[in-house]
Structure formats: structure tokens, C-alpha cells
């Protein structure tokens, strides 16, 4: 193709990583000059500002009231073929199986195979939980065999895709990537609204769904404030928030903990703490843990699934069993009261979250990919 391809792609547009992703490889396309387009519900939050080559095409999932529920996935499909049709759009790269995919399926079988094809990246719970329910499970098997191209986010998904589906389409590592320019130590934030000068930040960010073991963050937290005067940062919003600041007040730290919701500015907030808390029950990648590396803010993360695959347990970082709450507890306090140590985990996961995992590097193998689907 002597043309740089025109990008469709669809994502869900709340707080969550496999949106981050998509945002930010649509983001980096777009500055490199590929024309994206975006189709989703709304508009995804790290796209809340003007970018040139970005388009945005609003999904309005109409309901009848003959409808039990709105049919989202056919007004999705809809909206893909309009846009694809109307943009001369080449390619559709959709996150997340369920339900992206079966609308760009749909998409794709209505414009015609050969003239729009249909990338599907695996990103976590659309394998690990989502796809495996029996209501769901012989569709995403459908689905990864009829993409284009199948990607997953870890080494670890990928596996897990091939041992739980067992499909035909080979299914590609593209690790996740983090922009170091935007997520990098900033000496300027502003630290002194959370806490005093003396005081440690500890900062958790996640939609707070249950496999992200919340609470564990707040017991973990309530025995390193015993011993280390602290802070707790909770950030985005999901069903076990409330949850995590009633156990605050139970454990005697509502004081020192404090919700900011969901943020703009993840990167300032990550880049002021001290150590950033993951202990998931298990986590296809944990984007969240790389973005605070390249902001060098030390991470302990749950060692269930790929995070293996960017931190080197006791090098660049930490990794625990995510019930051992007392375990996490030991090396957190270990951490923020050691400053070597603490800086060298500092230094070296910062050096290989950007040289392994910056934008560049693994934007490039997106690319490569769409040159070979569209050959
Ligand atoms: O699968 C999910 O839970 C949804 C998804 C999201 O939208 O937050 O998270 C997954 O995708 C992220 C981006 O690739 C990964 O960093 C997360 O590890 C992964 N979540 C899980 O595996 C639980």
C-alpha cells in the first residue's frame, strides 16, 4: 500500500486499561500521520482534547420498547460500516473480544472482506473471565479464528488464550506500552496537597472491580502506616470504592486515605507517590504498574499473570502473591524506608520501563502488523 492505511478503532471509552491502550495507540498513530478513527460510545477519557488526524464517531445504540436490551453490538456494527465505508477506512483494530469484535466481524462482512480487514487485541478479562462464561465462550473462540490478526497484551494471555480456547489463528504478543514523555519523575507536582514533607505517598489506580483486590490495598496500607507515616491515594471509580473507605474507617486509617476519583492527570499523581500498590488476583499486564515505573515510582504488584514480563522481581520491582497481605506489607515498608533501595528500584525500573516499553518501540510492532494484515 503506498498510502499510510486509514484506522478504525473501537475500544470502551470508561477508565480501564484496554481504553488507555487503544487511546494511546490511536494518539501515537494519529502523530505519526495515520487518519484514526474512533467509534465507541463516547468519547474515551485520554482523548478529551483536540489532536489532529483523530476523528471521533459516537455509537447511539437506539432502544425500542419492544427491546429487553438495547442491541449495542448491531448499532456498533453499523456505525463501523458507515465510517468505514465513508472514510475508506482499511482496517478495524478492536479491544477487547466481547462485543467489539463480533460487530467488526459483522462490519467486515458487510463492506466485504477484502477491502476493510479486522484486527482483535486480547486484553485480560475478555479471556480470563468475560469470554470463558458459557453464555459467551464458543462466540470468542469464533471470533479470535476470524480475525485478521489476534494479538494479547503478554506472553501469559497469550497462553492462556491457546490453553483455555485452543484456536486456530495464531495469537501475537504486542506488549503493552507506555508514552514517556507524558509519564516521567516530574520534581514539580503537587505533592504538598496529599501529604506532609515527612510523609510517604502510597497511590493504588484501578477501575476497583473485584479482581483488582482493592481492599487489599487498604489492609496492606493500614500495617505500613503503623510503621511508616503515610499517605493513601485511591484513584478511579468502580464498585469496590465504597467498599475500600468503609474498611478504612474499620481499620482506624480513613484520615490518611483519601479518594481522588477518576483523574485527568494519573501521570502527576503516579509521578508524586512513593510506591504504587497492584495486588490483583491476577493481571494480564497491569499497564498501571509500567506507568508508574516510567514515572519512577517503585511498583509492588501481584505475581499472578504477565507482570513477570516487564518487572524483575527485587530489580525493578516487586512482585508478591496478592493474598499475603502481610508479605506486601513487609517489602512496601521495606522500600519506603530504605532510600537506596528505594532509588535503585527507582532508577532501574524507570531505565526498563522506557527502553523496553516506551511508545516507540512497541508502536512500531502495531504497524508491522497492519502492513502485513493489509499486504
Ligand atoms: O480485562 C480487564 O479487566 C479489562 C482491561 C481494562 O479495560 O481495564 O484490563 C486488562 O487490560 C489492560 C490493558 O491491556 C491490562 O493492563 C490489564 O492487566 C487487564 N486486566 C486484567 O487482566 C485483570
Not at 471470533?143 to 483455555?164: H, Q
Not at 501529604?195 to 493504588?204: F, L, R, S
Request: proline content about 6%; glycine content about 8%.
Amino acid at each position: 500500500m503506498s498510502r499510510l492505511p486509514v484506522i478504525g478503532i473501537t475500544c470502551y471509552p470508561t477508565q480501564g486499561g484496554s481504553g488507555v491502550v487503544a487511546s494511546e495507540l490511536g494518539l501515537s498513530l494519529a502523530r505519526r500521520g495515520y487518519e484514526v478513527h474512533f467509534i465507541t460510545s463516547e468519547m474515551p477519557l485520554r482523548l478529551r482534547r483536540y489532536e489532529a488526524n483523530i476523528y471521533f464517531h459516537p455509537v447511539e445504540a437506539v432502544t425500542y420498547p419492544v427491546f429487553q436490551h438495547t442491541p449495542y453490538t448491531l448499532a456498533l456494527a453499523t456505525k463501523m460500516s458507515e465510517v468505514a465505508r465513508r472514510y475508506g477506512l482499511d482496517l478495524l483494530h478492536v479491544h477487547y473480544a466481547i462485543p467489539h469484535a463480533a460487530s467488526a466481524y459483522l462490519a467486515r462482512a458487510m463492506i466485504g472482506p477484502d477491502r476493510l480487514k479486522m484486527i482483535t487485541t486480547l486484553h485480560g478479562t475478555d479471556i480470563t473471565l468475560v469470554g470463558q462464561e458459557p453464555s459467551y465462550f464458543e462466540m470468542t473462540r469464533f471470533l479470535i479464528d476470524e480475525s485478521d490478526a489476534v494479538t494479547a497484551v503478554s506472553g501469559w494471555l497469550r497462553d492462556e488464550t491457546v490453553r483455555v480456547f485452543g484456536p486456530r489463528r495464531e495469537v501475537e504478543v504486542i506488549p503493552n506500552f507506555v508514552d514517556p514523555e507524558r509519564f516521567r519523575p516530574r520534581e514539580d507536582g503537587p505533592r504538598a496537597l496529599f501529604a506532609k514533607p515527612d510523609e510517604k505517598i502510597v497511590v493504588h489506580a484501578s477501575n476497583f472491580r473485584p479482581v483488582k483486590n482493592a481492599t487489599h490495598v487498604v489492609r496492606v496500607f493500614a500495617q505500613i502506616a503503623q510503621q511508616v507515616p503515610s499517605r493513601l491515594l485511591l484513584v478511579g471509580e468502580g464498585p469496590e470504592r465504597p467498599l475500600c473507605e468503609q474498611l478504612a474507617v474499620e481499620l482506624g486509617v480513613a484520615d490518611r486515605v483519601r479518594s481522588l476519583g477518576q483523574v485527568e492527570n494519573l501521570e502527576e499523581i503516579l509521578a508524586l507517590s512513593d510506591l504504587c500498590l497492584l495486588p490483583s488476583r491476577h493481571e494480564s499486564f497491569g499497564l498501571v504498574a509500567l506507568e508508574a515505573m516510567a514515572c519512577g515510582t517503585p511498583v509492588v504488584a501481584t505475581d499472578r499473570g504477565g507482570t513477570s514480563e516487564f518487572i524483575e522481581r527485587g530489580l525493578t520491582g516487586f512482585l508478591c502473591d496478592p493474598d499475603d497481605i502481610a508479605g506486601m506489607a513487609a517489602v512496601s515498608i521495606g522500600l519506603l524506608l530504605d532510600p537506596a533501595l528505594h532509588r535503585q528500584i527507582r532508577d532501574d525500573g524507570l531505565r526498563e520501563a522506557v527502553s523496553r516499553f516506551g511508545t516507540p518501540c512497541i508502536l512500531k510492532r502495531y504497524v508491522d502488523l497492519y502492513d502485513r494484515v493489509l499486504a
